[in-house]
């Protein structure tokens, strides 16, 4: 039967990837474990684990997805270069069920401007490309770069040829996002008809959300026949990111009566993923994002909460706990011992194999549960984070800080920092509490770093909850997010200010995954 009419739809994760090109995303090894893990929870078919070709750091983090993860297959991304392919199909090796996923542009102005290769050359080299990737594994997905503003027929040519080369997926993405849902869904009907043997491989589609309009026009290319989605936990991912996966799933999950179709995934594991990306990456989500926003569920309009009083479906068409809302509160305080906070650890899909992290990450839940009643699952990914971080990369740490500020005074910071080990203390005054405290740190380390962004983000609900901060740093050309987290804000944008000098600092760090 053709794959066009099967009733499963794909669900291909590329977070770890393409998410991990928005500005200072880039995660530790251990990070992109964490996020793989709570992937394969919710369910996800593929994970694409990263470019292994782009750094020793990338295809580390790849291998250790891959004898990590048991059953989501794991894919490597690769240029149509046979040492790419080769990196990759490396980095996948140990995985149970593994892909690579090899690209080359289709389009004119990448293949004049940017390859300086003809249409044959193209041509020749994604069918290479396909044949390099089957010494590693049968399951090969290829993409043409740029497909929306490539040529038709050319398409057409590219994608027989790597069919019959033995690629398995086809990837047409809308690299720029470009397109909008009329014309993107009628490309990929045109070429699901006019390529011969297309009922032999999966049809799949990426889109970007330039226009935003990625889930649009992935829905849409459903619609038409693709039966493989490339998306993103929160559609994180470079420029205006990519189609968001939560939207994908949900669209399709409470639209049946148009999709017809099924996904293997666990709805209930939405927000629990969406709040472990956001807390590992530093980009919170804004209150109003559908599905997983802060007010996706909530009614303000005294009209809108009648009716939600008097039957939910009158303005809601999902159920808030089908995606993972409400169900994130944990029964652990200060007398829990390290053993049910060790467990509750493994359900959160949270496995650390070293002493020095867990006892480290128990002291801070501690310290914790002095100061506020209630511990939700987002408090402990937002410490476990904090603890990697600090075993992994900390020239600098901050050992105190007091500040202070009144009505008709300058607010004024002390902060006492380890630099390498040794203590350093400084004051300073600033407009507020948290510029004097940046100020302090900055007459110690003498970074002469660009501050990009400073976001603040509560974790969780309540007066007494944790603060969440981001800071986005850059010097030469390195852009980095740091974060940090207290039921203290100045506290947190300490830390977090700390955390993006260590990251931007340190030689531990790898380069962007595009580099």
């Not at 590329?14 to 929870?41: C, F, H, N, W, Y």
């Not at 043997?197 to 970007?208: A, E, L, M, P």
């Not at 026949?225 to 999950?253: D, Y």
């Not at 909460?305 to 303005?315: A, S």
């Amino acid at each position: 039967m053709s794959t066009s009419l099967n009733n499963q739809l794909i669900i291909f994760d590329t977070t770890l990837r393409d998410g991990e090109q928005s500005p200072g995303a880039s995660m530790t090894k251990e990070e992109k474990v964490r996020i793989a893990r709570q992937l394969e929870k919710l369910g996800v078919n593929v994970i694409e684990a990263g470019f292994a070709a782009a750094s020793l750091g990338d295809f580390e983090a790849i291998q250790a997805v891959a004898k990590t993860i048991k059953h989501s297959t794991v894919c490597s991304l690769a240029r149509a270069v046979e040492n790419d392919i080769h990196r990759a199909g490396n980095a996948i090796k140990p995985a149970k069920s593994k892909r690579i996923h090899t690209f080359i542009a289709t389009s004119k102005i990448h293949m004049e401007n940017k390859l300086r290769m003809t249409e044959s050359q193209v041509l020749e080299r994604a069918v290479q490309a396909v044949k390099w990737a089957l010494e590693f594994t049968d399951d090969v997905e290829f993409s043409a770069e740029d497909a929306v503003r490539s040529e038709i027929n050319f398409l057409v040519e590219v994608f027989d040829a790597v069919i019959q080369a033995g690629a398995k997926t086809i990837n047409v993405p809308d690299t720029v996002g470009y397109s909008i849902p009329h014309s993107w869904g009628e490309r990929i009907g045109m070429l699901i008809q006019n390529v011969p043997n297309s009922g032999k491989v999966v049809w799949s589609t990426h889109c970007h959300n330039d226009l935003g309009m990625a889930v649009a026009n992935s829905l849409a290319a459903v619609i038409n026949g693709a039966r493989q989605v490339e998306c993103t936990i929160n559609g994180l991912g470079e420029r205006a990111g990519n189609a968001s996966l939560e939207e994908i799933v949900m669209a399709v999950k409470t639209r049946r009566d148009i999709f017809k179709l099924e996904t293997t995934i666990n709805t209930e594991q939405i927000v629990p993923s969406s709040k472990l990306v956001s807390t590992i990456t530093g980009y919170p989500v804004q209150p109003n994002k559908a599905i997983v926003g802060a007010n996706a569920f909530a009614h303000e309009s005294g009209i809108h909460q009648d009716g939600v009083l008097k039957h939910r479906e009158t303005y809601e068409i999902m159920k808030a706990q089908d995606v993972g809302w409400g169900a994130n509160k944990i029964s652990l305080g200060k007398l829990s011992g390290r053993n049910a906070f060790k467990s509750r650890l493994k359900d959160l899909g949270i496995e650390i194999d070293s002493d020095e992290i867990l006892n480290a990450a128990f002291d801070r839940f501690k310290n914790l549960a002095d100061k506020k009643s209630e511990i939700f699952d987002e408090d402990i990914h937002a410490l476990v984070s904090e603890e990697y971080v600090e075993v992994a990369i900390d020239r600098y740490k901050l050992n105190s800080l007091k500040a202070s500020s009144e009505s008709n005074k300058t607010p004024k910071a002390s902060v006492v920092i380890f630099v390498d080990g040794k203590s350093y203390e400084a004051t300073s005054e600033g407009g507020g509490q948290v510029d004097a405290t940046f100020k302090s740190i900055e007459s110690i380390v003498k970074s002469d770093a660009e501050l990009l962004l400073y976001s603040v983000n509560n974790i969780t609900t309540g007066t007494d909850a944790q603060g969440e901060v981001t800071v986005r740093l850059a010097k030469g050309g390195r852009v980095v997010n740091g974060q940090g987290s207290d039921t203290d804000i100045v506290i947190a944008s300490a830390k977090a200010y700390i955390n993006a000098l260590n990251k931007l600092f340190s030689k531990l760090e790898r380069a962007h995954p595009q580099v």
